[in-house]
T-cell receptor, first 109, second 114 residues
Framework: GQQVMQIPQYQHVQEGEDFTTYCNSS?????IQWYKQRPGGHPVFLIQ?????EVKKQKRLTFQFGEAKKNSSLHITATQTTDVGTYFC?????????FGQGTELSVKP | DGGITQSPKYLFRKEGQNVTLSCEQN?????MYWYRQDPGQGLRLIYY???????QKGDIAEGYSVSREKKESFPLTVTSAQKNPTAFYLC?????????????FGAGSRLTVL
């Protein structure tokens, strides 16, 4: 079945620095979703991207879907300690949702 | 408030014992899912059910069993055949209507095998 590779696995940044995580698929995706999991918590839905080349923003978070719909990125501008957690991309495969390995973000104050 | 309730939050079990994790939702969602989370491995799908009385294996179903007798409930049994059951287990649900495919997760159950 389809798989999605997510990089990097870990990212340590100083507060105020930017952060980006990438998801790549070998096949064309119908859509892609992003979730955030705080330490000790459960994943929470952030956004869904559907259209080729789509860019969506949520405050300091910018989500992009590639023109070929095979890759996606999440960029955080000027990270804050509240951004700490693991960010997952996920793709639909029939009736199920397949998750990337996640990128764990730590932010040093 | 609508949501998903998982119980117990923490569970300890001896090797060779079966254990059942509960998952109940009052969101009127059709589909329910069980994921396993290990450090550095993301979320891996164990079983899912899109309708009552029907379920399908995910990527790592061996050593697990489920039932879906009611729309609201999707319990997961970790059997003694599961070789490495210590993990964080997450239950999730979503509707199956068009465009409404966002997963809502429960708070999770952490299982430790002693």
């Amino acid at each position: 079945g389809q798989q999605v590779m997510q990089i990097p696995q870990y990212q340590h940044v100083q507060e105020g620095e930017d952060f980006t995580t990438y998801c790549n698929s070998s096949t064309t995706l119908s859509n892609i979703q992003w979730y955030k999991q705080r330490p000790g918590g459960h994943p929470v839905f952030l956004i869904q991207l559907v259209k080729s080349g789509e860019v969506k923003k949520q405050k300091r978070l910018t989500f992009q879907f590639g023109e070929a719909k095979k890759n996606s990125s999440l960029h955080i501008t000027a990270t804050q300690t509240t951004d700490v957690g693991t960010y997952f991309c996920a793709l639909n495969q029939g009736g199920k949702l397949i998750f990337g390995q996640g990128t764990e973000l730590s932010v040093k104050p | 408030d609508g949501g998903i309730t998982q119980s117990p939050k923490y569970l300890f079990r001896k090797e060779g014992q079966n254990v059942t994790l509960s998952c109940e939702q009052n969101l009127n969602h059709d589909a329910m899912y069980w994921y396993r989370q290990d450090p550095g491995q993301g979320l891996r799908l164990i079983y899912y059910s899109q309708i009552v009385n029907d379920f399908q294996k995910g990527d790592i179903a061996e050593g697990y069993s489920v039932s879906r007798e009611k729309k609201e409930s999707f319990p997961l049994t970790v059997t003694s055949a599961q070789k490495n059951p210590t993990a964080f287990y997450l239950c999730a649900s979503r509707t199956t209507g068009s465009g409404a495919n966002v997963l809502t997760f429960g708070a999770g159950s952490r299982l430790t095998v002693l």
